[in-house]
Structure formats: C-alpha cells, structure tokens
C-alpha cells in the first residue's frame, strides 16, 4: 500500500511542474516518510512587496499543500529583510524601498491569505530578519566571498541592465546571496519558487554546500500562471489579474472567461481534482460529453468556492446566469452622483469602468460600452441629468445620477 501512496505522491508532486532539480532527493524524502513517518521541510519564501495575492500566487500555494498532504512541515519564509531590498528579478531599474511598516502589514495579509489554502498546523512562519540581522558586517562580508561578480553578471537581467549601461546597486547583488542563505540557516530539504527565481533558488544550494549544511535542497520550480488572455502573466499593475479577495461574483466571472484551451491550466496548476479526473474530464469535453462550458463552470465554483464557501460560490453562479444568460442586471450595482453634461469618457472613468478616458474611447468604438443595455458609438456624447446604467464588457456595471 505504501509503494501505491508513493506513486500517487510523487506524480502530485510532478503535476504542472516546469522543472526539477533533484528529483531523486524528493522521492527518497518522500518514500522515508511513507516508511518512518519522518517528515521534511519545503521551503517558500515570499518579499511582503504588495498587499493582496492573485491566483497566480496560489499556484506555488497548492503545490506547499499537496507537499503537505504527503508528509512535509512548510517553512514559509517571510523577506521582512530581504524586501526593504527588493528582489531584482525580472527588473529593468532598481527598485525603491519600502518602509517597515507597510512590509509588516503586508506580511500579515499575505499570512492571511495563505491559510485559506495552507494547512496552519503543517506550517511555520519564518522572518528572515531574525538572523539577517544577526550576521553582522563580518558576517555579511564573508557571504560576499562566496559568489563572484563575473557569474552574478551571467544572470539575465543583470547582463540586460549591465550592457545597456543601466544602474545595478550592490545591495541587489547581494540579494540572491541573502535568500540562498536563508535556506543555509532554515536547512531546507526542498525549496519551490516561480521558473523566473530559478538563479535564486539555486543560490541556495549552492551555499547549502558552502556553509557545509549536510544536504543540498531539492528545487522545484512552478510554471507563471498566464492571465485571461493566454499571453501575459498575472500583475496587479497590469490589472489583468484574478484577486482571490475579490467578490465571488468577479472571481467566478473572470474564470468563465479564460479560453477553452487555457482552462485546461488552470485545472491542473490550480484545481483539486486528481490527475485522473481531470484526463476523464478532458476526454469527455473532447467527445462531446460535456460541453466546455460545463467543465470551466466546475472549476470556477471550486475556485471560488475554495476562497469564500459553498453558499457564496452558488450565490455567485446564479447572479451570472441572470445577468449574461437571462440579460437581466446585477443585484449589487454600485452607484455614484455626478454633474450634468458630464462627457461619457469621463463618467466611465469616475464611475471605476475605464482606468483613463483614452480606454474609455477604444471601448466605445469596440463597441463594449453600453447604457442602459443599449450599445453606443458616440465616443463625444455628454450625459443630461437623468438615471442612467452604464455599462463597459460583460463584468462592469454602474448606476450613475447626474444632477
């Protein structure tokens, strides 16, 4: 029986993955437990940057579960120290410091948000402050002898911003160093992380080695979780991401409109359905005994079910089919008052529909915006005083006043 759990464990901990290094130390961690009971450690470390997670975060979230679900305690590693650097990766220019306290408070949130899906007796929180702090100038200095710069440079974006002449502060290539060292002092077995941490993640490793910790940690990386689109990942400041503290009816929506051919991602990245179930699933959606539409229904109410409840998801489903299959309007329109003869690009943007009114134009020529269910073209038109339904897509709605 435990060889068959073993099996079932080891294929979880595969599922979605973009790459692993060390695979071997993984199973002989995992079959020890199914043997002993003897657990081990995942390491996943977050810089508490922003204040709220999206479902591309919860990806590497739902792989800390399924390792928890076969025998590992989760270390979840708080950058209270390594964000007042912030983590280059990714970045064209230095980024700016953030203060304590807003550190502090997003780590709170994040911890919040986390437990939604981590199992919080299976889970310890770390701050790496607590012995960043501690190691001191010599310490640090020491640290520094273990990389060279000529390797630090072979990094992606380092080598981008080097060569245009771009400014790198010493304290971001220090940063790869302090989060491998994090992993010298947690002695991680395994750490996970996005494929874009992937120099990061081996940094620890790598000092594992140096510091002579006994074990060298196994690297799992996960794939980003493309947005609605297909194309670009999930980022608030893009605005293209799904909140998993939005409002039921939005999380619900905005997964009914990822494409046929992404939901099948977002399955096996997000949903709790075993790989099994979902290859029946996806067999089923392709002869025709499910419609696809089925299918991306299921998984909207388990992901929105999985971030409010059972009751809240249903109250979600049911308000959608009014609005876009009955035509009918939502319940909850928010409302706002506003001046007559107010321009239509500038009412969409007061009313939250539009990000700017240079959008609010481009939507009203794609035809998107509508009032009261009708759809317009006058991108110039101004609103006299009356009541009026603004409209922008199939998800924003606004009532708006005008004096």
Same mark, same amino acid.
């Given at each position: $029986?435990?060889?068959?759990?073993?099996?079932?464990?080891?294929?979880?901990?595969?599922?979605?993955?973009?790459?692993?290094?060390?695979?071997?130390?993984?199973?002989?961690?995992?079959?020890?437990?199914?043997?002993? =009971?003897?657990?081990?450690?995942?390491?996943?470390?977050?810089?508490?940057?922003?204040?709220?997670?999206?479902? =591309?975060?919860?990806?590497? $979230?739902?792989?800390? *579960?399924?390792?928890?679900?076969?025998?590992?305690?989760?270390?979840?590693?708080?950058?209270?120290?390594?964000?007042?650097?912030?983590?280059?990766?990714?970045?064209?220019?230095?980024?700016?410091?953030?203060?304590?306290?807003?550190?502090?408070?997003?780590?709170?949130?994040?911890?919040?948000?986390?437990?939604?899906?981590?199992?919080?007796?299976?889970?310890?929180?770390?701050?790496?402050?607590?012995?960043?702090?501690?190691?001191?100038?010599?310490?640090?200095?020491?640290?520094?002898?273990?990389?060279?710069?000529?390797?630090?440079?072979?990094?992606?974006?380092?080598?981008?911003? !080097? *060569?245009?002449?771009?400014?790198?502060?010493?304290?971001?290539?220090?940063?790869?160093?302090?989060?491998? !060292?994090?992993?010298?002092?947690?002695?991680?077995?395994?750490?996970? =992380? =996005?494929?874009?941490?992937?120099?990061?993640?081996?940094?620890?490793?790598?000092?594992?080695?140096?510091?002579?910790?006994?074990?060298?940690?196994?690297?799992? $990386?996960?794939?980003?979780?493309?947005?609605?689109?297909?194309?670009?990942?999930?980022?608030?400041?893009?605005?293209?991401?799904?909140?998993?503290?939005?409002?039921?009816?939005?999380?619900?929506?905005?997964?009914?409109?990822?494409?046929?051919?992404?939901?099948?991602?977002?399955?096996?990245?997000?949903?709790?359905?075993?790989?099994?179930?979902?290859? *029946?699933?996806?067999?089923?959606?392709?002869?025709?005994?499910?419609?696809?539409?089925?299918?991306?229904?299921?998984?909207?109410?388990?992901?929105?079910?999985?971030?409010?409840?059972?009751?809240?998801?249903?109250?979600?489903?049911?308000?959608?089919?009014?609005?876009?299959?009955?035509?009918?309007?939502?319940?909850?329109?928010?409302?706002?008052?506003?001046?007559?003869?107010?321009?239509?690009?500038?009412?969409?943007?007061?009313?939250?529909?539009?990000?700017?009114?240079?959008?609010?134009?481009?939507?009203?020529?794609?035809?998107?915006?509508?009032?009261?269910?009708?759809?317009?073209?006058?991108?110039? $038109?101004?609103?006299?005083?009356?009541?009026?339904?603004?409209?922008?897509?199939?998800? *924003?709605?606004?009532?708006?006043?005008?004096?």
């Amino acid at each position: $029986m435990s060889k068959e759990k073993i099996e079932i464990a080891l294929n979880e901990i595969q599922r979605g993955s973009a790459e692993i290094i060390d695979m071997e130390r993984i199973e002989k961690l995992v079959t020890r437990f199914y043997e002993t =009971g003897e657990s081990y450690t995942v390491k996943a470390g977050f810089d508490p940057t922003g204040a709220d997670l999206h479902v =591309g975060h919860t990806v590497l $979230m739902q792989k800390l *579960k399924v390792f928890q679900n076969h025998g590992a305690r989760v270390q979840l590693l708080v950058g209270d120290f390594t964000a007042t650097i912030g983590d280059p990766t990714g970045k064209s220019e230095t980024r700016k410091v953030l203060d304590r306290d807003t550190i502090m408070k997003n780590a709170q949130t994040y911890q919040d948000q986390a437990f939604i899906i981590l199992d919080r007796e299976k889970t310890d929180i770390v701050f790496n402050s607590t012995w960043l702090e501690a190691l001191g100038a010599t310490g640090m200095v020491t640290l520094t002898t273990t990389f060279n710069v000529a390797r630090m440079l072979e990094r992606d974006d380092f080598e981008k911003r !080097y *060569k245009s002449g771009q400014s790198i502060s010493i304290s971001e290539f220090i940063y790869p160093l302090l989060q491998g !060292y994090d992993s010298v002092e947690l002695k991680s077995d395994i750490e996970i =992380g =996005g494929t874009d941490q992937k120099f990061n993640l081996l940094m620890g490793r790598h000092l594992q080695r140096t510091y002579n910790v006994g074990k060298e940690q196994a690297v799992l $990386m996960m794939p980003i979780l493309e947005v609605l689109d297909g194309v670009q990942k999930m980022s608030k400041s893009l605005n293209n991401y799904i909140g998993i503290t939005e409002k039921p009816k939005d999380i619900y929506g905005k997964v009914l409109s990822i494409s046929d051919e992404l939901m099948w991602r977002y399955y096996e990245l997000l949903s709790d359905k075993s790989i099994e179930e979902i290859e *029946k699933l996806k067999k089923d959606v392709s002869d025709r005994t499910i419609h696809p539409k089925k299918a991306k229904e299921d998984l909207a109410l388990e992901l929105t079910t999985r971030f409010y409840n059972e009751e809240s998801a249903t109250m979600a489903k049911s308000e959608f089919d009014n609005v876009f299959k009955s035509n009918k309007l939502p319940t909850d329109i928010p409302e706002f008052e506003m001046e007559s003869d107010i321009w239509i690009c500038k009412a969409l943007q007061d009313a939250g529909l539009e990000p700017s009114s240079s959008q609010a134009r481009r939507d009203i020529k794609q035809g998107a915006v509508r009032i009261d269910q009708e759809k317009i073209s006058d991108e110039k $038109m101004n609103l006299s005083s009356g009541e009026y339904i603004l409209q922008v897509g199939k998800r *924003k709605f606004a009532k708006v006043k005008v004096k």
